[in-house]
């Protein structure tokens, strides 16, 4: 905790500030009013002030320092309960944290109090999510391609993916798979951008969906928090709707229909917003109303507490957003041959980097011995590992589409009128051969493909790694392994049964050279480094 003749120094020490009243202490905390200066002829801003124990240590993340202004409500940064929303720069002393922090107070107040200045980027409404029944719902869409109507309404197609815990809550996370329209008769089904497994219909639970004018706010950042104060945002043909299917969604097994409430964001993108509505007393209710042509049924909403859900724009930049692949060569079809220790960490890595396009071959199994070095489970038991594979990079990425290759394609592709086999593989705009199948090496090389081929092959105790582009593979192969690379075959591990010898390296080992390996192949395939063939020596390196 700061000391009190540390507070006084620093506040008599900068001359934006003051202190407004007395220091209160407790064992816990210290609070106290500041006055920070505005602009010249103008009143300076009350600050209430409050310093946690740990200060200036952060708390789960959190900062423990709170200055608080019930009066600032509709200004940027600042929360439901007057507290401005403060990430400064950690320092090492209590000193050097508080006077850090009350500069950072007095750039917030020229910058948006004084000067006026507004955000470049959108923040989300300030959404308090309430647990119902024990659980956090949370659902996640992307932006579509096809616009909605002001007014419009429907039904909303959701896939659950599987249950949770955060910090000992239990969560229940839904993938938004499509809006369709009903106030539109046989209107197209509007599909988020997630790949055609989980667009699927298997397992699909429903919700509805109303699109509004306006987003359900106060002050342009809290959301509305009861059910009256949205009775002016949706027309009466949307509450008829809410009305009528909730009614038909009473023998839902959780009592739970979600309300899908969207808007435009001042950045033109649709945001979706979820009210959670209990189906068995639904917060909306049927008024008879008395007109010159008789008695009128109209739809209402009545007062009580909303329940928001956790919404999430999981939109392809957002969920690449901290990093990935150039967006033009993510965009292009990988095939993968080979999915052994080299191929899947490959497969996964590209996936992990924003790759949409991936499929995949080999005609082996999933042993128990490949789960160590490899990116298979030993969960899932002993199978093909092209399945399991897809399946896999299915859990990492809702974006990519992954095709397993018939395993008779090795078979085909060396039997086959050479015609044929271009004309499948050209289909393709990289080739990765992880086989160290000299044959195929061969094959590849001579069918002189309009795809880029990559051959990745890696030494015993994954001390080398080669990697090279067509065309010609297998020439530079063989000058690589007989006059540059090591080859101890002296120490190779001998599976029970009758196995041919495998390499030795461990997971570490493997994947440190295949990870620095994709770093340059990425470059060179996005034209970004010149194309060259190369190896990794793990002493001397590229």
């Given at each position: 905790?700061i000391s009190?003749e540390?507070?006084?120094?620093?506040l008599?020490?900068?001359?934006?500030v003051?202190?407004?009243?007395?220091?209160?202490w407790d064992?816990k905390?210290?609070?106290?009013?500041?006055?920070?200066?505005?602009?010249?002829?103008?009143?300076?801003?009350?600050?209430?002030?409050?310093?946690v124990?740990p200060y200036?240590?952060?708390?789960?993340g959190?900062a423990t320092?709170?200055?608080?202004?019930?009066e600032?409500l509709p200004?940027?940064?600042i929360?439901?309960e007057?507290?401005?929303?403060?990430?400064t720069?950690?320092?090492?002393?209590?000193?050097?944290?508080f006077?850090?922090?009350?500069?950072?107070?007095?750039?917030w107040?020229?910058?948006?109090?004084?000067?006026k200045?507004?955000d470049?980027?959108y923040e989300?409404l300030?959404?308090?999510?309430?647990?119902?029944?024990?659980v956090d719902y949370?659902f996640l869409?992307?932006?579509?391609?096809d616009?909605?109507?002001?007014?419009?309404y429907?039904?909303?197609?959701?896939?659950?993916l599987?249950?949770?815990?955060?910090?000992?809550i239990?969560?229940?996370?839904?993938?938004?798979c499509?809006?369709?329209?009903?106030?539109?008769?046989?209107?197209?089904?509007k599909?988020?951008?997630?790949?055609?497994?989980?667009?699927?219909?298997?397992?699909?639970?429903?919700?509805?969906?109303?699109m509004?004018?306006?987003?359900?706010?106060?002050?342009?950042?809290?959301?509305i928090?009861?059910f009256?104060?949205?009775?002016p945002?949706f027309?009466q043909?949307q509450k008829?709707f809410?009305?009528?299917?909730v009614?038909?969604?009473?023998?839902n097994?959780?009592?739970?229909?979600p309300?899908?409430?969207?808007y435009?964001?001042?950045d033109n993108?649709t945001y979706?917003q979820?009210?959670?509505?209990?189906t068995t007393?639904?917060?909306?209710k049927?008024?008879?109303?008395?007109?010159?042509?008789?008695?009128?049924w109209?739809?209402?909403?009545?007062?009580?507490k909303?329940?928001?859900a956790?919404?999430?724009?999981?939109?392809y930049e957002?969920?690449?957003g901290?990093?990935?692949m150039?967006?033009?060569l993510?965009?292009?079809?990988?095939?993968?041959?080979g999915?052994?220790?080299?191929?899947?960490?490959l497969?996964k890595?590209?996936v992990?980097?924003?790759a949409r396009h991936?499929?995949?071959?080999?005609?082996?199994?999933?042993e128990?011995?490949n789960?160590c070095?490899?990116?298979?489970?030993?969960?899932?038991?002993?199978?093909d590992k092209?399945?399991?594979?897809?399946?896999?990079?299915?859990?990492?990425?809702p974006?990519?589409?992954?095709?397993?290759?018939?395993?008779?394609?090795?078979?085909?592709?060396?039997?086959l009128?050479?015609?044929e086999?271009i004309?499948?593989?050209n289909?393709?705009?990289v080739?990765?051969?992880?086989?160290t199948d000299?044959?195929?090496?061969?094959?590849?090389d001579?069918?002189?493909l309009?795809?880029?081929v990559?051959?990745?092959?890696?030494?015993?105790h994954?001390?080398?790694?080669?990697?090279?582009?067509?065309?010609?593979i297998a020439?530079c192969?063989?000058f690589?392994?007989?006059k540059?690379?090591?080859?101890?075959?002296?120490d190779m591990?001998?599976?029970?049964?009758c196995?041919n010898?495998?390499f030795?390296?461990?997971y570490?080992?493997?994947?440190?050279?295949?990870q620095?390996?994709?770093?340059?192949i990425?470059?060179?395939?996005?034209?970004l480094?010149?194309?060259?063939?190369?190896?990794?020596d793990?002493k001397k390196?590229?």
């Amino acid at each position: 905790m700061i000391s009190k003749e540390a507070i006084l120094n620093i506040l008599a020490e900068l001359d934006f500030v003051s202190l407004n009243g007395d220091l209160v202490w407790d064992a816990k905390s210290v609070k106290f009013s500041l006055l920070i200066d505005t602009k010249e002829g103008e009143s300076p801003l009350s600050w209430e002030v409050v310093i946690v124990a740990p200060y200036p240590m952060k708390v789960n993340g959190h900062a423990t320092i709170s200055f608080t202004n019930q009066e600032l409500l509709p200004f940027l940064h600042i929360m439901r309960e007057g507290t401005l929303c403060l990430h400064t720069t950690d320092a090492l002393t209590e000193e050097d944290q508080f006077r850090q922090d009350l500069v950072q107070l007095k750039s917030w107040v020229d910058k948006y109090y004084v000067n006026k200045e507004v955000d470049s980027h959108y923040e989300n409404l300030v959404v308090n999510s309430t647990s119902v029944n024990g659980v956090d719902y949370y659902f996640l869409f992307t932006e579509l391609k096809d616009e909605f109507a002001i007014g419009d309404y429907g039904i909303v197609r959701l896939r659950p993916l599987l249950t949770n815990l955060r910090r000992d809550i239990k969560t229940s996370t839904y993938l938004v798979c499509g809006f369709q329209s009903s106030r539109v008769s046989k209107s197209k089904e509007k599909l988020c951008d997630w790949n055609s497994h989980y667009l699927s219909d298997f397992n699909c639970e429903y919700g509805a969906y109303c699109m509004l004018a306006k987003a359900p706010e106060h002050h342009g950042k809290f959301i509305i928090e009861d059910f009256a104060e949205l009775e002016p945002l949706f027309d009466q043909t949307q509450k008829n709707f809410i009305y009528k299917d909730v009614r038909g969604a009473q023998d839902n097994p959780t009592n739970l229909y979600p309300l899908f409430c969207g808007y435009k964001t001042p950045d033109n993108r649709t945001y979706w917003q979820v009210i959670l509505l209990d189906t068995t007393r639904p917060p909306i209710k049927g008024v008879k109303h008395s007109t010159p042509k008789g008695p009128v049924w109209l739809t209402t909403f009545t007062q009580a507490k909303i329940h928001w859900a956790n919404t999430v724009d999981t939109s392809y930049e957002y969920f690449f957003g901290r990093g990935a692949m150039p967006r033009e060569l993510a965009g292009k079809k990988f095939f993968i041959i080979g999915l052994g220790a080299v191929g899947s960490i490959l497969a996964k890595t590209l996936v992990r980097c924003g790759a949409r396009h991936i499929d995949l071959y080999d005609y082996d199994i999933k042993e128990p011995g490949n789960v160590c070095r490899s990116e298979y489970e030993i969960f899932s038991g002993i199978g093909d590992k092209s399945s399991e594979l897809q399946v896999l990079l299915y859990r990492v990425s809702p974006f990519v589409t992954c095709r397993v290759r018939n395993s008779l394609f090795d078979y085909l592709a060396k039997s086959l009128n050479p015609e044929e086999v271009i004309d499948v593989l050209n289909e393709y705009d990289v080739i990765f051969d992880c086989t160290t199948d000299n044959h195929l090496m061969v094959l590849l090389d001579s069918l002189c493909l309009k795809s880029q081929v990559v051959n990745l092959s890696i030494t015993n105790h994954a001390k080398e790694l080669t990697c090279v582009f067509s065309p010609q593979i297998a020439r530079c192969i063989e000058f690589l392994y007989n006059k540059l690379l090591t080859q101890d075959d002296s120490d190779m591990f001998n599976p029970s049964g009758c196995w041919n010898p495998t390499f030795k390296a461990s997971y570490n080992d493997i994947s440190l050279m295949v990870q620095f390996a994709l770093k340059h192949i990425i470059r060179m395939l996005s034209s970004l480094e010149p194309i060259s063939n190369f190896y990794l020596d793990e002493k001397k390196g590229i």
